[in-house]
C-alpha cells in the first residue's frame, strides 16, 4: 500500500503563486506515475497534473503554462508549483499515485483558495 500525504495549500490572491507538496510512504517502489487532482466544490474531480517516474509530464488544458509538476529524485516526493493563480483553481488538491498495474492511491487533499 501507499501512502500520500500533501501540504501547501492556503489562499493567495490572484496572479499569486503556491506550491504544492506530496510525500509518499509504504510501498513506494510500487509506485510508477505520481500527481494531482483537484475538486471544486459543486464540480467532479479533475485530472490536473502526472508525472511518470521516467520523468514524462502530463497537463490539463486549463493549467498548462501556468502549472509544472515535478518529482524528486528519491521518486517519493511530488511537487506542483502554480503560478499566475486564477480563482477558477480554487478546490481541494489531491495527490495521486499509480502502480505499475494502475493501482491507484489518494491522499487526504489541501485546500487551495485563490481570492479575486
Known amino acids: 500500500q501507499v501512502q500520500l500525504v500533501e501540504s501547501g495549500g492556503g489562499l493567495v490572491q490572484a496572479g499569486g503563486s503556491l506550491r504544492l507538496s506530496c510525500e509518499a510512504s509504504g510501498s513506494v517502489s510500487d509506485i510508477n506515475s505520481m500527481g494531482w487532482h483537484r475538486q471544486a466544490p459543486g464540480k467532479q474531480r479533475e485530472f490536473v497534473a502526472a508525472?511518470?517516474?521516467?520523468?514524462?509530464?502530463e497537463y490539463a488544458g486549463p493549467v498548462k503554462g501556468r502549472f509544472t509538476i515535478s518529482r524528486d529524485n528519491s521518486q517519493n516526493w511530488v511537487y506542483l508549483q502554480m503560478d499566475s493563480l486564477k480563482p477558477e483553481d480554487s478546490a481541494v488538491y489531491y495527490c495521486?499515485?499509480?502502480?505499475?498495474?494502475?493501482?491507484?492511491?489518494w491522499g487526504q487533499g489541501t485546500q487551495v483558495t485563490v481570492s479575486s
Open positions: 508525472m511518470s517516474r521516467s520523468g514524462r509530464a
Open positions: 495521486t499515485s499509480a502502480s505499475w498495474t494502475n493501482i491507484e492511491s
